[in-house]
């Protein structure tokens, strides 16, 4: 079982910005990519930025050059720097990780969420 916290959600005004955090923890034995997920309301769950292995970066185009991911290994974590918030940017953030387990297997794992608001 592998475990992933979120935190740093909250609300903003529009222009501000925000940092997610996400931690995974468990019996991992390689993680493979870290991403950033969003469902906003009224829709399904979007992919929005993720962190390859290969340290590798890819981004939905709606928040390229707003948002930045990266990650921390030794901690096996990753984070979502938002920039230039906008109203359509509110959604419940998850994170998510793919790799093996220390049992061999596979593993892809949720959090469970943070909500992100922005709103004047």
């Known amino acids: 079982q592998v475990q992933l916290v979120e935190s740093g959600g909250g609300l903003v005004q529009p222009g501000e910005s925000l940092r997610l955090s996400c931690a995974a923890s468990?019996?991992?034995?390689?993680?493979?990519?870290m991403a950033w997920y969003r469902q906003r309301p009224g829709n399904q769950r979007e992919f929005v930025a993720v962190f390859t292995y290969g340290n590798t970066t890819n981004y939905v185009g709606s928040v390229r050059g707003r948002f930045i991911i990266s990650r921390d290994n030794a901690k096996n974590a990753v984070y979502l720097q938002m920039n230039s918030l906008k109203p359509e940017d509110t959604a419940v953030y998850y994170c998510n990780t793919v790799g093996r387990d220390k049992d061999n297997g596979r593993f892809n794992s949720w959090g469970r969420g943070t909500q992100v608001t922005v709103s004047s």
């Open positions: 468990g019996r991992i034995s390689m993680i493979e990519a």
